[in-house]
Each structure stands twice: as C-alpha cells, then as structure tokens.
C-alpha cells in the first residue's frame, strides 16, 4: 500500500484531514499505526490520540486509500464520520480467491497401499 501514487487532476489541489476510528490496544499499536500511515505519499501529518482511539491524517491523498492501508494494519478501523462509513460498506467485497478443482493436489498413493484398497473393496 506504500507504492500508492497520488495523481492531482487538476492544478488545485488542497490537502484534505482524514479522521479514522481505530482500535488501539497499547502504545506499540500507536507506533505502528503512525509509522504505517506516514509512509505514504502525499501525507504531510498523522496524528493518533490513543485516548478518544482517533487518527487524524492531513495531507494530498485519496480517503478511501489511506482506509484501506489502515485496515491493513488493523481490519476494524473506520471513519470518523458515519456517513462516510456507509459508501465504505456499499463497495462490493471480491470473491475469495478458490483454485480450480483440475488443479488441485492430488497425492499418490504406493502400490502397497493401492492393494490395501483393492483388498478391501473386493472383500465383501
């Protein structure tokens, strides 16, 4: 999530505050949110307030972008406002990744073992 590129569309861009509640359990979890967050481009500041469990991002950046390389860290964070939750939880999920069934692994069994089967199915 740290390659992500930020592509003004215009010449006016303004930095924007981005304001998250994650669940912070320790002070090792505060370090770890601020480091994760202030690797990306185009961040200018990341603030956590580990009391009221907020981040406060500012900087040239996508919302739902900084959301998503937050939820890598820490899968129950949202945003601070409930109406920006509701476009987050409309976006449909992918399907989970399944491999095909011709592709599957299929172990070998020895001769040994190959006449157990026989033997057994052939002695009814």
Not at 77 to 85: I, M, P, Q, V
Not at 96 to 111: F, G
Request: charge should be positive; aromatic fraction near 10%.
């Amino acid at each position: 999530m740290a390659d992500m590129q930020i592509v003004p569309a215009c010449k006016n861009v303004e930095a924007q505050y981005v304001e998250m509640m994650v669940p912070l359990y320790s002070y090792g979890c505060e370090k770890k949110v601020k480091k994760a967050l202030s690797h990306l481009k185009g961040i200018y500041s990341v603030n956590v307030d580990f009391q009221q469990q907020k981040v406060t991002v500012w900087g040239i950046c996508n919302k739902y972008d900084v959301l998503a390389s937050m939820r890598s860290k820490r899968k129950e964070a949202r945003f601070w406002n409930s109406e920006d939750n509701i476009e987050v939880d409309q976006e449909p999920s992918p399907p989970p990744h399944r491999r095909p069934l011709a592709l599957t692994k299929v172990r070998s069994l020895s001769w040994r073992a190959w006449k157990k089967v026989f033997i057994r199915s052939n002695s009814f």
